[in-house]
């Protein structure tokens, strides 16, 4: 069945940087494009990234444009988001989805900012 | 950059009545960009609707949405209890996908 596991969250200081992975299965997945978006207490939802099928064309928010990079190994069907100088407006629950749609979503894995 | 404005913040009603949440854009958006997502605490979002009012596999078609330009609407017909939780609209399209502020749907 359907599935994306996210794991590399967990509490990371000011300025650090870390790896958010997604593990997918049950779709092909180098025939969609993957997506991040993170839900933070006082912002709701909030689109982050897309990468296309291919890994080729990558789109940010400019929220986070410099900060973050996607990437993507379709032999290994995994998604990785890499934040750098982290910030504590970046806590939050990170979630990786499937499709320009958002068809289906990954339980999310969460990220503390704190010193 | 388009900004999608969810009215109201927070609806208070009861099962069995008729619940619609509205979604302003801030600037034209073709409705094929147009989807809504259902939150529960605890889990991840699904999607609702997409194109505006085309409801995603297994969704009940008490579920609707309409809606075109910088209006648009989903209407839950019926309230049933599993329905309280927070809807957001979001604008998508090739190269960036924008979230409204959510609506909170709770029991009256």
């Known amino acids: 069945q359907l599935q994306l596991l996210n794991s590399g969250g967990g509490l990371v200081r000011p300025g650090g940087s870390l790896r958010l992975s997604c593990a997918a299965s049950g779709f092909p997945f180098s025939d969609y494009y993957m997506s991040w978006v993170r839900q933070t207490p006082g912002r709701g939802l909030e689109w982050l990234s897309y990468i296309s099928s291919s890994g080729s064309m990558t789109s940010y928010a400019d929220s986070v444009q410099g900060r973050f990079t996607v990437s993507r190994d379709n032999t290994k069907n995994s998604l990785s988001l890499y934040i750098t100088n982290v910030r504590p407006e970046d806590s939050g629950l990170y979630f990786c989805?499937?499709?320009?749609?958002?068809?289906?979503w990954g339980p999310g894995t969460l990220v503390t900012v704190s010193s | 950059e388009i900004v999608l404005t969810q009215t109201p913040g927070t609806l208070s009603l009861s099962p069995g009545d008729r619940a619609t949440l509205s979604c302003r854009a801030s600037e034209t958006v073709g409705k094929d960009y147009l989807a809504w997502f259902q939150h529960k605490p605890g889990q991840p979002p699904i999607l609702l609707l997409y194109?505006?009012?085309n409801r995603a596999t297994g969704v009940p078609d008490r579920f609707g949405g309409s809606g075109s330009g910088l209006d648009f609407t989903l209407t839950i017909s019926r309230l049933e209890p599993e329905d309280f939780a927070i809807y957001y609209c979001q604008y998508y399209d090739t190269t960036r996908a924008i979230f409204g502020g959510g609506t909170k749907l709770q029991i009256k």
């Open positions: 194109g505006a009012y």
């Open positions: 989805t499937r499709g320009i749609l958002a068809d289906f």
